[in-house]
Nanobody, 127 residues
Framework: QVHLVESGGGSVQAGASLRLSCKSS????????MAWFRQTPGKEREGVAF????????RYADSAKGRFTISRSYADQTLYLQMNNLNPEDTAVYYC????????????????????WGQGTQVTVSS
């Protein structure tokens, strides 16, 4: 039903920037809540950033606030995450996620809120 494909990860030095992309095939794309999550081995998946433009909603994890920016292209159905001033703690596999009904503040950055996921893209930041 929904296909999400992340790209844009890589290996960079601390202080560098990356822009992640998530191309989607979601029908009624503008009605979907979308978010970025990340996960490192042995740790739980954590929310990074959330967007739902129909309600003018943007949410960021404390670790991302001021450094990362989430955005969406409606022309080509692509979700982006601009990541600036990266540090080694940002090293993770980054996933995009989407769902048509994410029910409130406690759900926006909760991975259990989302039914549809991409395969992930690796980000590695060295010091």
């Amino acid at each position: 039903q929904v296909h999400l494909v992340e790209s844009g990860g890589g290996s960079v030095q601390a202080g560098a920037s990356l822009r992640l992309s998530c191309k989607s095939s979601v029908n009624n794309y503008n009605t979907f809540y979308m978010a970025w999550f990340r996960q490192t081995p042995g740790k739980e998946r954590e929310g990074v950033a959330f967007i739902f433009d129909r309600h003018n909603l943007r949410r960021y994890a404390d670790s991302a606030k001021g450094r990362f920016t989430i955005s969406r292209s409606y022309a080509d159905q692509t979700l982006y995450l601009q990541m600036n001033n990266l540090n080694p703690e940002d090293t993770a596999v980054y996933y995009c996620a989407a769902d048509s009904d994410v029910a409130g503040e406690s759900a926006y950055l909760n991975p259990t809120s989302y039914r549809f996921w991409g395969q992930g893209t690796q980000v590695t930041v060295s010091s």
